[in-house]
């Protein structure tokens, strides 16, 4: 099993739509959780953190849920530029980031 | 605008020669990674430093790659000799200790 999952996609979903995206890891011990995107032929970039009483950042919100050991991004009135990858970063302890492979989204017109 | 930056944006290369990437952490940032992504295998993390210290190189064949950090400014990645299965884009990142890290443009490497 891998330490971070995510459903690769892609999600198709329509301007304005609301989409949300799961990933799951398999260390109990893990500390930080993050939500990267990454644009085509870029680099990732941090979205945002992900704390445990949950954070939101405009239309961006992210939850933890320790018990199920999975994150969560959703994002609302999806947006064109909105299209891209996103990937979820987990750290444990003193640890480098693990990466999940990336959900894909398209958002269409 | 603090940002890690990297060189060469793009290599093209034969098979058998050698590749030195480079990469130039945020200043302050104590821990620099090296990462390869590719189509099939995602992002993985090749290697990484602490305050310039080796402290895990375990993704890297190490037979044929090599990571250095010879001052706090510069942090190398070298392939010899390069081959085929080697051509992706290799990352830089740096952070400071168990919190986000932030990722360099790449080296787009092709190993003909």
């Known amino acids: 099993r891998k330490e971070v999952e995510q459903d690769p996609g892609p999600f198709n979903v329509p301007e304005g739509a609301t989409v949300a995206f799961n990933c799951t890891y398999s260390n109990s011990a893990s500390q930080s959780f993050f939500w990267y995107r990454q644009d085509c032929r870029k680099e990732p970039k941090l979205l945002m953190s992900?704390?445990?009483s949950g954070n939101e950042d405009g239309r961006f919100t992210a939850q933890l849920n320790r018990a199920s050991q999975y994150i969560s991004l959703l994002i609302r009135d999806s947006k064109l530029s909105d299209s891209a990858t996103y990937l979820c970063?987990?750290?444990?302890?003193?640890?480098?980031?693990?990466f999940g492979s990336g959900t894909r989204l398209q958002v269409q017109p | 605008d603090a940002r890690v930056t990297q060189t060469p944006r793009h290599k093209v290369t034969e098979m058998g020669q050698e590749v030195t990437m480079r990469c130039q952490p945020i200043?302050?940032?104590?821990?620099v990674f090296w990462y390869r992504q590719t189509m099939m295998q995602g992002l993985e993390l090749l290697a990484y430093f602490r305050n310039r210290a080796p402290l895990d190189d375990s993704g890297m064949p190490k037979d044929r790659f090599s990571a250095e950090m010879p001052d706090a400014t510069l942090a190398t990645l070298k392939i010899q000799p390069s081959e085929p299965r080697d051509s992706a884009v290799y990352f830089c990142a740096s952070g400071l200790v168990g919190v986000e890290q932030f990722f360099g443009p790449g080296t787009r490497l092709t190993v003909l």
């Open positions: 970063a987990v750290n444990t302890g003193r640890r480098a980031l693990t």
């Open positions: 992900v704390y445990s």
């Open positions: 200043l302050g940032h104590n821990t």
